[in-house]
């Protein structure tokens, strides 16, 4: 099964609103990465946050990780429509993958309304 | 100016035929990744290579090849014995062998490439 997944899979809100997305995985991480793809394109990374951080912080972005229970979640504050894209989280599978290999989750489609 | 680019942007096979995907970085990585996205759906790992005149398989390698003869360079080929081919087809690359426990090693994607089976 998919080590990462996205809730919810879809999100629509009012510009000026926060967004929050989260992802769950099942194994052992080195670090969780987030990206964003908008429609059409390819993905450009946004965020990593290590094994041994709970918060991190990036302009409008927030990333938390629980190791505990295996999730991060992603806010986005004071939405703009310019955010409107698809959120993906990847994680390196810590010492059970090899390399840098990233396995992606199904993400989560953000729809910001003007 | 650096980057990572794909061609051609957009690919119409017939069935029965084999079709090669460019991809090239001139970002100095050790490490290039093919992926498979339908719509909808997230990124699936087709073949990923860390070093020249090495790959491996990833998740989805049946039906396609690929070939890392230079670092900078790491084409896919759709062959005919991929059933379903039709989707979006990103290519990434990262630092990659230097890579090492802890090392943040992010991934930056060219902008893909449509395949369409007609």
């Known amino acids: 099964s998919q080590q990462g997944e996205e809730d919810p899979q879809a999100l629509s809100i009012q510009e000026g609103e926060n967004a929050t997305m989260n992802c769950s995985y099942k194994?052992?991480?080195?670090?969780l990465q987030w990206y964003r793809q908008n429609s059409g394109r390819g993905l450009v990374h946004l965020i990593l946050?290590?094994?041994?951080?709970r918060e991190k912080h990036s302009g409008r972005l927030r990333v938390t990780l629980d190791t505990s229970k295996k999730s991060s979640s992603l806010l986005i504050t004071a939405s703009r429509a310019a955010d409107t894209a698809s959120y993906f989280c990847?994680?390196?599978?810590?010492?059970?993958?090899?390399?840098?290999?990233?396995?992606f989750g199904e993400g989560t489609q953000l729809t910001v309304n003007p | 100016d650096g980057g990572i680019t794909q061609s051609p942007k957009y690919l119409f096979r017939k069935e029965g035929q084999n079709v090669t995907l460019s991809c090239e970085q001139n970002?100095?990585?050790?490490?290039m990744y093919w992926y498979r996205q339908d719509p909808g759906q997230g990124l699936r790992l087709i073949y990923y290579?860390?070093?020249?005149?090495?790959?491996q398989k990833g998740d989805i390698a049946e039906g396609y090849s690929v070939s890392r003869e230079k670092k900078e360079s790491f084409p896919l080929t759709v062959t005919s014995a991929q059933k379903n081919p039709t989707a979006f087809y990103l290519c990434?690359?990262?630092?990659?062998?230097?890579?090492?426990?802890?090392?943040?090693?992010?991934?930056?994607f060219g902008p893909g490439t449509r395949l369409t089976v007609l």
């Open positions: 990434a690359s990262s630092i990659g062998v230097s890579w090492r426990e802890g090392h943040e090693d992010t991934q930056y």
């Open positions: 194994t052992s991480i080195n670090n």
């Open positions: 946050i290590r094994s041994n951080e």
């Open positions: 990847a994680t390196d599978g810590g010492k059970e993958t090899s390399g840098s290999r990233l396995t």
């Open positions: 970002l100095n990585h050790d490490a």
């Open positions: 290579s860390q070093i020249v005149n090495d790959f």
